[in-house]
């Protein structure tokens, strides 16, 4: 897939330029700061662009509609470190093809990339993971224990899976039943298939 990447920290735009020319089928055509050499950029249209969410002084919602109107086939994927989930969950509702956290290792930005490619809408599994503890108010250990829970697994094999003591084990599940308000374990499980935890 032939890409371009819009970020303007150069250290990032770079590594990721780098990572992806040397892994994967994927080509960097160009790299820029911001958008406004994109627009007017006489290259081959790129299969996909690499847009910053994040970039001073631009709109990335009026940069997302002028690539659509300008390239209508390609696709436009969001890179963000936003820790603000009311954010996350407008950008994974836009009409990106997908988004990438700056904070995704290689393998799974190569994963994501490649689905794209395939025509699937991608969001990234750290963001996923931010939306679900907004949401519920749980720690990123307390939806391991939920997701271990959703797959039929005893207290004693979570705690061994996730290298705790039993105990552990049965506090993370006490605490989540006292912030979701719940009364017992069936209905714990029932707000994790609601989660839709893997």
């Known amino acids: 897939m032939n890409l371009v990447i ?7 735009r770079q590594s990721l330029a780098l990572l992806l020319g040397q892994k994967g089928h994927h080509q960097v055509l160009e790299t820029f700061a911001s958008s406004e050499p994109l627009l007017t950029w006489k290259g081959v249209p790129p299969d996909a662009v690499l847009l910053d ?9 009026q940069v997302l509609e002028q690539l659509q109107r300008h390239w209508p086939e390609v696709k436009i994927v ?7 989930v009311a954010v996350l969950r407008q950008i994974v509702a836009s009409s990106a093809a997908g988004v990438l956290h700056k904070r995704d290792s290689a393998d799974t930005i190569l994963e994501l990339l490649t689905q794209i490619e395939q025509g699937q809408k991608v969001v990234s599994p750290e ?14 250990r307390e939806l391991e224990v939920l997701s271990c829970l959703l797959q039929g697994r005893t207290a004693e094999e979570i705690a061994a899976s996730l290298h705790i003591s039993r105990r552990t084990v049965e506090k993370h599940k006490e605490n989540m039943m006292r912030k979701a308000e719940l009364n017992n374990l069936a209905q714990l499980i029932e707000l994790g298939h609601r989660l839709e935890l893997h």
């Open 6 to 12: 819009v970020d303007d920290h150069d250290i990032f």
């Open 53 to 61: 969410y994040h970039i001073p002084q631009q709109n990335a919602w």
């Open 78 to 84: 969001f890179l963000t470190g936003t820790g603000s």
């Open 127 to 140: 963001i996923i993971q931010q939306m679900d503890e907004a949401e519920c108010g749980f720690t990123a």
